[in-house]
């Protein structure tokens, strides 16, 4: 295991960005594909004892991927990202907000602009995200939602994903 998966959580209120970065003890290939396809992503996305389903995906650029968070109570929280630009195995972004199981925007909450960039460090990865918002009122909603919390958790699925994928 890497000493490098230590995550990077840098808040930027005056900019209204946060920048999140985390290395994993896997090839680009494997952690591109983790982010990119619906069956890996529904394995970490969500902070335990939350789970993702994802209901579509297409992954292209002017594609999306309308998913839920589901709960122990098996309440259910839709989220939706259209993918904007995609560059494999370098990068892509995502325009994320919340909604219905329909996609209707649940416009009370704030729509989130993602960056996700990907870089072979040896035989690691460093993933960079960079999280844009409209407002600062936007990022201290999410904040105060538990983002760091709940992608700090699902970052750390992810590291299990991969030392269980290496273990056999």
């Known amino acids: 295991m890497t000493t490098k998966t230590k995550i990077q959580f840098n808040k930027d209120k005056a900019n209204k960005k946060v920048t999140v970065i985390r290395h994993f003890d896997a090839p ?5 594909r983790a982010w990119t396809e619906k069956e890996l992503l529904d394995q970490w996305w969500a902070p335990r004892p939350w789970k993702t389903e994802t209901k579509e995906m297409d ?7 309308l998913y839920a968070m589901v709960g ?9 990202a259209d993918y904007l630009k995609i560059n494999a195995p370098d990068n892509f972004s995502i325009s994320e907000y919340f909604c219905d199981e329909n996609s209707n925007k649940n416009t009370a909450l704030p729509t989130m602009h993602w960056d996700v960039n990907f870089k072979a460090d040896g ?10 918002f409209e ?7 999410i904040v105060k939602m538990g983002f760091e919390e709940g992608f700090t958790s699902a970052l750390g699925n992810l590291d299990e994903y991969f030392s269980a994928k290496a273990a056999l």
Do not use: Y
């Open 28 to 32: 680009v290939e494997h952690v591109w």
């Open 72 to 80: 122990p109570e098996k309440e259910r929280h839709w989220c939706r």
């Open 123 to 132: 035989d690691a990865t460093k993933v960079t995200v960079l999280i844009t």
């Open 135 to 141: 407002k600062e009122e936007d990022m201290d909603t």
């Open 59 to 65: 992954f292209k650029s002017g594609g999306h991927w």
